[in-house]
């Protein structure tokens, strides 16, 4: 499991009052979110409730009935292997695949990440997408037929996923569509057994959390390898580590990037399309448009802390981080060096929190909404609200 960027520096000043949103300090305790783990075959009862920074300030999503469901997807006998056999990796780039449906469903969209494997690995990982691409279609189906699921996984997998399906029935759900986005890492292999762990995204999810955190063991048949058992071990969601580093690699390109657009401030620079979207790219573009005209340019580099705390789909993250500015930050005159009065003067040993909602688009991370509070007392990462990467 690959750990989160932390503590990293980059190139360019941290922009206060224009250019973000600010969200009330005295919202900041109820970002407090549970990390209490499923265990067991019954699992603990998960609560995954947590508040989050959003469009337009700071927001608590709804408490969804039913997240305890969460616990028991930890199925099946909780043995494991103590092999040292070499792990793969996963690639940033997916592949989709396309489910087939069963007579009741539409097809459903279900994405495997790359992986460079040796066999057997390659199988397992086949094996545990067909797993998921039967999850879904039963999921899908009218009548809850456990027979595309009996076909690749052992019957406690099955029992505790159509338990999962009937409680989800009987709150009034009914049949439920859902994308799958798989980042699947072989962890051992030893003989008939293997162990994988992967960080799942679920749109939707049957938990405030469109990433959950498995870990499976599997077991080879005659014919192929089937899902001997599952675990969560730990509730609150996850990010998957190449989507957190990409994501995070592009909000420090915005950064690295500004010094090319602000100084001296340029709104028709082509590094603005590559690190931004809307709605914050035309916040920033009208800036720069105002700060042209009047001959100025914003400099000072602060250190940034980011960390990834909440995955809203497999396009869209949230990353928070607290900066450190530099003492030069501030808004000057191009033509004299003159430092001008827009921008407040930075106390010695200020820091100022910010959350960035990260959004793929064209194959890249851009910076699509900026909110932030200004000299205020916040954590380098990791920190608690920090999402573990697997």
């Known amino acids: 499991m690959t750990g989160l960027s932390r503590c990293r520096t980059v190139g360019a000043p941290y922009l206060l009052n224009d250019m973000m949103r600010s969200f ?66 996963s690639s940033t780039d997916p592949v989709s695949t396309t489910a087939e449906p069963s007579a009741t469903t539409t097809s459903t969209s279900t994405s495997l990440a790359t992986t460079t494997t040796t066999l057997p690995e390659g199988d397992v990982i086949l094996a545990w997408n067909a797993y998921w691409s039967a999850w879904v279609d039963v999921r899908a189906s009218d009548d809850l037929d456990r027979g595309p699921l009996e076909a690749v996984a052992s019957s406690a997998v099955v029992d505790g996923a159509l338990t999962l399906f009937e409680r989800q029935r009987s709150s009034g759900l009914g049949p439920v569509q859902t994308e799958v986005a798989l980042h699947p890492v072989v962890t051992s292999t030893e003989g008939d057994r293997a162990t994988l762990e992967d960080c799942v995204l679920l749109m939707p999810s049957f938990t405030d959390a469109v990433g959950i955190w498995y870990q499976a063991d599997l077991v080879r048949t005659d014919n192929s390898w089937m899902v001997d058992s599952i675990r969560v071990p730990r509730a609150g969601g996850c990010v998957p580590s190449a989507m957190a580093d990409a994501a995070i690699a ?42 042209e005209s009047r001959g100025a340019a914003l400099r000072g580099e602060p250190t940034t802390h980011p960390e990834v705390i909440e995955v809203r789909s497999p396009t869209e993250i949230v990353i928070l981080s607290c900066l450190e500015p530099s003492v030069d930050y501030g808004l000057f005159d191009v033509a004299t060096d003159e430092r001008l009065n827009d921008v407040p003067a930075v106390r010695d040993g200020q820091r100022n929190l910010e959350s960035a909602v990260m959004v793929l688009e064209g194959g890249l991370w851009k910076v699509s909404d900026l909110q932030g509070q200004v000299d205020f007392a916040c954590e380098f990462s990791p920190t608690d609200l920090g999402l573990p990467s697997v």
């Open 250 to 291: 592009g909000y420090q390109a915005f950064y690295a990037g500004w010094t090319d657009f602000w100084d001296p401030a340029d709104p028709d620079s082509p590094i603005i399309d590559q690190v931004l979207t809307d709605p914050q790219r035309r916040i920033i573009v009208d800036l720069l448009v105002d700060h």
């Open 24 to 89: 009330s300090p005295h919202h900041l305790p109820s970002l407090t979110r549970s990390v209490e783990s499923a265990t067991g075959n019954g699992g603990s009862e998960l609560d995954p409730r947590r508040s989050s920074i959003g469009f337009g300030g700071l927001t608590r999503p709804p408490f969804l009935v039913g997240v305890a469901l969460a616990a028991l997807l930890t199925l099946g006998a909780c043995t494991s292997t103590e092999s040292t056999a070499s792990s793969t990796t």
